[in-house]
């Protein structure tokens, strides 16, 4: 190209001879040239350049062979050592990538071929950046495509992937256990402890309960003696009081005769109405020994102690007069 007048394009870098010596690096835009003097020898590219790295074949630190390709990203930054540095630099970069891909899968095993793809990639773009700073070149990254491994290596590590999880799962269904042990642990001690909350209130209520019963029991008790003590006091309480004791003497026979095994008989057994006049007697008997309007509050406790006990009453008058 012997052109006098010449438009570089953008992104380009075109290395300018003259008499077959490096003279200059045109830049993009209008360039002028000495015809037969100057000549056009190289056009470098300065936009990223993609190029697939072959497979090949990479043993690792376990002994356990790889087939291995990747991708590389790089770019022209000098166009002069890029034009006389090196034949070929696309070509030289990916022999280099794939010696330091070798190299580095070298010093790792198996498992951290793996798990640290990344630091892999970011060590064969250090490496490849030191040995291509020569060349005008930079790396700007290198990304693993595929990681084949022999039939029997997958078909192991699939075992282990597999009892990898059986752990797991294992592990998982023991710890659910555990955790629904110790629920249903702590459900039946909260309930029991409210249960055992819900008792000690019944009986602290039961209690109360009985206890005001009891307190409206003696009230009501105080107050039916404070009512007798009272109607005693009034004019012929005595001869009502005295009646009271003849009825209840009659009713206890009459529930002895009933109820009981026990048979106490009267003084008189021939006739029925001798109980009748039994009580009577105990009527007036209390009538005679006990002054009339007295007002004595010990008259209740008397009315009991004269309940029939035998076949004697002393103190009462025998209805035919004896």
Known sequence: MNTLILFVPQQEAWVVERMGKFHR??????????????????????????????????????????????????????????????EDPEYAVTQLAQTTMRSELGKMSLDNVFRERESLNSSIVDAINQASDYWGIQCLRYEIKDISVPPRVKESMQMQVEAERRKRATVLDSEGNRESAINMAEGRKQAQILASEAEKAEQINQAAGEARAILVKAQA????????AAALAEQNGSSAASLAVAEQY????????????????????????????????????LSRHQPAGAADADAAPSLQAQQPSGTEHPELERPDGS
């Open 25 to 86: 690096i045109l830049e993009p835009g209008l360039n002028f040239l000495i015809p037969f003097l100057d000549r056009i020898r190289y056009v470098q590219s300065l936009k990223e350049i993609v190029i697939n790295v072959p497979e090949q074949t990479a043993i690792t630190l376990d002994n356990v062979t790889l087939q291995i390709d990747g991708v590389l990203y790089l770019r022209i930054v000098d166009p002069y050592k890029a034009s006389y540095g090196v």
């Open 221 to 228: 008790k105080a107050e039916a003696i404070r009512l007798v």
């Open 250 to 285: 009659v009713s206890a026979f009459s529930k002895l005769a009933k109820e009981s095994t026990t048979v106490l008989l009267p003084s008189s057994t021939g006739d029925v109405t001798s109980m009748v006049a039994q009580a009577m007697g105990i009527y007036g008997s």
